[in-house]
Structures are given as structure tokens and as C-alpha cells.
């Protein structure tokens, strides 16, 4: 007897309740996927993060706080999670620092029913959605990026143990398998992260990555 596949669990955090229930309705009707939960601040999400989640659909402009700290704080707490900010505003500082945090799509409110639950599925096959009124933003800053690596490579290179660390962090692990891998505590690790952050000046967890690969700092097995 074929058993059917598990539905993907999507949490919404939008302070929109118009948005949100519209979010909510699109989920629901869509074959696959079932809401795990809606929040409508800061605080509100961050109970919604919880071992299973697979999409996070997240707005920025929250009452009691900015989204790209919930971002952030999804990334580390829940492995494979995928994060779609759905926001008005589509500048480039605001697409750049959501990116940078980890957000795997990009949507600007207004967006129809359609491309929304079209999103969703192309995050959850590994893809990365983004309006194409924001997509100009992420290209100027990786060309931005690419000029800078090419006028100069980095200060300092990586010791051995911040290589092997951001190498574990490239692969997905979190901070304490990390620590658990090189026998070392959760607080050693996030000290080597921030050294690693400083030498490549990078933000985020996927910055390094990018630009290590691109200084040949590290290599990634296809």
C-alpha cells in the first residue's frame, strides 16, 4: 500500500491580518502543504519555531521587531529550514540584509495567490524565488562583491580550525554539532565565527561561504 507523503509544514508571521489569512488560505488549499502556525509579531514567530518546520513565510516591518532577526534565528535553530520574506519594501538595503540573514526567497506584498503557493514550492525543491523587481539588488551586490575579491583577497587567511569550521557550517551543522564534532564548546565556535566574519568581511553564514569559495579559501564537494 503507497503511503502518502508528509504535508510541509508552513508557519506564517506577517502583522498584516488581511495578508495573513490570505497566506493562510493559500497554504491550506494547496496539495501538500498544511500551516503549522501564524503569528502576527516578533515574539509570536519565534514560538512557531519548532523542530519540523519546512517554510517560514515571514514579514520584516513586525510590531515589536525587525524579521531578519527571526531570520537569523530560524536559520540556526531548525536544520533545512526554508524562509521566504514576503515584504513591502523591496530596497536594496532591505533585500540585501534579508539575503545575508538567510532568507532563501524574496517577495514583494501584492504578489498573486498563484506566485505565492508557486514560491513555497520552489523553495521546497531547492530553488529561490524573488520578484524580479528585487532581483536587481541582489545582482549589483554580487557583482559588488565580485569587483572587491578580485582588487583584493583577504587580509588575514583562515587558521586550520576556522577552516574546518566554516567548512562544517557550509554543510548546514549548527553551532553546537560543530562543537560537538571538534570537541570544542558552542561559545569557541561562535568566537572563530566572528573571526571568520571579520577577516572575509562578511555578515552571515552564507557570505563566508560564498566569499571563501571564491578566495579559494575552501572547496565544497559537488
Known sequence: MTQTPPRARVAIVEDDAILREDLARVVTQAEGLEVAGAAETLAGGRALLTPGLDVLLIDLA?????????????????????????????????VVRAIEAGADGYLLKGAGEQQAEEAIR?????????????????????????????????????????????????????????????GISPHTVADHVKSIYRK???????????????????????
Open 200 to 222: 572575509l568581511a562578511v555578515n552571515s553564514r552564507s557570505e563566508a561561504v560564498f566569499e571563501a569559495v571564491q578566495a579559494g579559501l575552501i572547496k565544497l564537494k559537488d
Open 62 to 94: 513586525l510590531p515589536d521587531g525587525n524579521g531578519v532577526d527571526l531570520i537569523r534565528e530560524a536559520r540556526e535553530r531548525i536544520a533545512n529550514i526554508k524562509i521566504i520574506v514576503v515584504s513591502i519594501f523591496g530596497d536594496a538595503r532591505s
Open 122 to 182: 520552489t523553495v521546497l525543491g531547492g530553488g529561490a524565488p524573488i520578484s524580479p523587481a528585487v532581483a536587481s539588488h541582489i545582482l549589483n551586490r554580487m557583482r559588488e562583491r565580485a569587483t572587491s575579491t578580485r582588487d583584493a583577497a583577504p587580509d588575514a587567511p583562515l587558521t586550520e580550525k576556522e577552516t574546518a569550521v566554516l567548512i562544517d557550517l557550509a554543510k548546514g551543522f549548527r553551532y553546537k554539532e560543530v562543537a560537538r564534532l571538534h
